[in-house]
Each structure stands twice: as structure tokens, then as C-alpha cells.
């Protein structure tokens, strides 16, 4: 492969996700000007509602040639869900 060729295709990452909605969850992602992003917001499902969750950068590895990278969840910037105090804590279904 040429240098041109590698300079053309677009570079990715791991993004793994800790905590929150998308706990243990992992995407691949494109890199922004050649780095992870430092932030994320995120869509996601619970319980029928659709809510965004915020998500911060943490560790970076390179694992088989490949950067992955540890989003946290942020519950202080993140959707509250209606009739949960945590957007972390399971549903109880009776």
C-alpha cells in the first residue's frame, strides 16, 4: 500500500462505553482531525423513552493496532429518565 493510499482512508477507533445506558457497549468510531473525540452524546432507548447520555473521554490503549478509547458515563450533564433518580440503576419489572 502506497502512502497516498493510507492517507486516504479514513482512520477509526474503539470507543468503549462504562457506565450508564451503553455500559459495556463498544463502536467503532472515525477520528476528528486525527484524534478520538473528547465528548460524546449519545441517543439510546431505556424503558420506551429515548433520552441523550453524555459520555467523557478517559484511557487510551492500542490493542492489535488498534486505539481504543474509555468513554464514561457523565449523569450530571446527561437526561434524567422519568421515574428513575439514577440513569444508571436497572428497572424492577413485578
Known amino acids: 500500500m502506497s502512502d497516498a493510499t493510507q492517507s486516504a482512508e479514513p482512520r477509526k477507533y474503539v470507543a468503549e462505553y462504562a457506565g450508564g445506558p451503553l455500559d459495556g457497549q ?17 441517543l439510546a432507548l431505556v424503558d420506551g423513552t429515548e433520552a441523550m447520555f453524555d459520555y467523557v473521554a478517559g484511557e487510551r490503549r492500542q490493542l492489535n493496532g488498534e486505539t481504543y478509547v474509555t468513554f464514561t458515563f457523565d449523569a450530571d450533564l446527561s437526561d434524567t429518565l422519568q421515574g428513575q433518580a439514577d440513569p444508571n440503576e436497572e428497572s424492577r419489572h413485578l
Open 26 to 42: 463498544t463502536e467503532h468510531r472515525f477520528l476528528v482531525d486525527g484524534q478520538p473525540e473528547e465528548r460524546l452524546a449519545q
